[in-house]
């Protein structure tokens, strides 16, 4: 009966008074269905079947009395950056040629990145209220706080002299950051159109081929039949003006890239909780036409209806997944490689950073993965390509968040476990630079 | 007392470099002036630390020191500490005895309704069905009831943020009667 096909405000609003509706109508039928057994006394109060959790509870949907779903919570990462000496450069494993390092230390939580022309690196995070600065003058590194006292600017992004910066509920920018690093300059606001939710509400941000900025708005909650201004990607203008909702169905995507070949925008997507331990997967989405819906939260990994919202729904309504990416992988930022330093075969092709699973009894992910394309720009392979953040013992070493390629045609991999970003490189190497 | 702290002082925090053992040696008797000696305070708005989770604590000395929760006069005394700093104080402050259910005559009504929205709310799914809370979730259990009503309501009116957003979601269809029912009850429960 419900539709999905167009989308907007009509449809959402439709669907959120079907909802609305339908729910209303349980809870009048309920009482008729379970008459009051007649002369029992009022019972003392018993606990009343539990009530439904608020949307952004990562608890949602987790089964009761199972005790090894009750071991599972989100990991907490330290809240302290990973002394340069005690940083666990040894546990990690590269294919043979390649090389780590370690890039620069000291910054708790560190997430998304962006470079500008000079070779500093920008590096968000979400659980502090910083934004670093890595400047790098004659090969030698240095770490700054370029800003405090943000709330979870997970995103930065960077063009002609600006670095921009995503909030959790808006964006800023900051104009000639390059002159003002240790000036503690203060952000200016462009848009803050955009929901106040914790869930999901910390964003990424990226700049595509037609200079426009892009960034997400999650799903405010682990599973929930968002309304028209969630579960999507919104791109526009780099003065904040123009904002439009280019694709939706996305429970929240921490990474995206343009296919350096054919400029369409690919994006990693996490895939809901306590499905079960091995579903769904997260998916790596392409999109090849505006206002593609990708099914959140009616359909997961392009063939998994949701045992909640999928009622109704088929999973062929919506554009499915060029790749999936583990189940509860985290998957978050991703980017294309168009360096020069690795073999040929690498060139185009995507690295993903796989965060890793909380939810999960093994865990699965704490990796960089590798995503090969065939030339029509579907996928061809998945495979782990960076390991060891993830030990044998299902324990995490680090966590790794986003990639970014440098000029010099090496990698770098920010890790928000040890507040830290790692270099990759290929060739032979003196070995571990950094230390 | 005295000596049972420059024991606990000396003792748990030998891991640390000397540096940092000193200073959370010096500074410890100042902060059990307010927090309480014993692990439980006896001055209102002042929450008891006693056997607090060390992540939690670190957790909250770090934000103190970079002014992401503002609390006179924690930011102050946290300003000039170290990495290391926070990690001593948060190691030793974790080894302090666990406070005391706040005495005197209960409300049993009161414990029954509070306990129902404890199970609604599943405070106990991260807080651990006893409070002891487990490494960035704080111990609730036998904390001072003036204190979790500030906290409950710092968090109702995002007066106080989180280090993540776990409160923030949980305490929204939370009523300020029901956070009144709640800080009874988790300051008495044995």
Known sequence: MIRRVPRGKLLAATLALLATTALAQQQQEAPAQAPAPAATPAPAPAAPAAAALPPGSPLIGRPDNNPAAAKLAPVPAPPLATAENKLPLDKLKAPKGFNIEVYASGMPNARSMALDEKGTVFVGSRLQDKVYAITNKDGKRQVHVLVSGLYRPNGVAYKNGTLYIAELSQISKIDNVEDQIDKSPKPVVIYKDLPKDEAHGWKFLAIGPDNKLYFEVGQPGNNVLHDENHGQLRRMNLDGTGAEKIAFGIRNTVGFDWNPKTHELYFTDNGRDWLSEDLPNDELNRITKLGQDFGAPYCYQGNVADPEFGWGHSCSEFVPPVALMGPHAAALGMRFYTGTMFPSEYRDQIFVARHGSWNKSKKFGGDIALVKLNKDGSVKSVEPFITGFLQPDNNYVGRPVDVMNMPDGSMLISDDWNGAIWRLTYGPNKKVAGR | ?190
Do not use: W
């Open chain 2, 1 to 190: 007392m005295r000596s049972f702290v420059a024991l606990l002082a000396l003792g748990c925090v030998a891991a640390l470099p000397a540096s940092a053992q000193q200073l959370v040696k010096e500074r410890l008797p100042t902060c059990l002036a307010c927090h309480g000696e014993n692990g439980q305070s006896q001055l209102e708005g002042v929450p008891s630390l006693g056997a607090q989770q060390a992540f939690y604590v670190t957790v909250q000395l770090l934000m103190f020191r970079e002014k992401m929760r503002i609390a006179d006069p924690m930011n102050d005394m946290a300003k000039d500490l170290t990495d290391t700093d926070l990690q001593g104080f948060a190691e030793i402050i974790s080894q302090l005895p666990a406070p005391k259910p706040a005495a005197g005559p209960v409300d049993d009504a009161r414990m029954a309704r509070a306990q129902v929205l404890v199970q609604q709310n599943r405070c106990n799914f991260c807080h651990t069905p006893n409070f002891a809370g487990q490494q960035n979730v704080p111990r609730i259990a036998a904390q001072r009831e003036d204190y979790l009503v500030k906290a409950l309501r710092g968090y109702k009116d995002n007066s106080r943020h989180g280090y993540d957003a776990s409160m923030a979601d949980v305490i929204a269809p939370i009523t300020d009667e029901q956070i009144l029912d709640l800080a009874y009850y988790i300051a008495r429960v044995k």
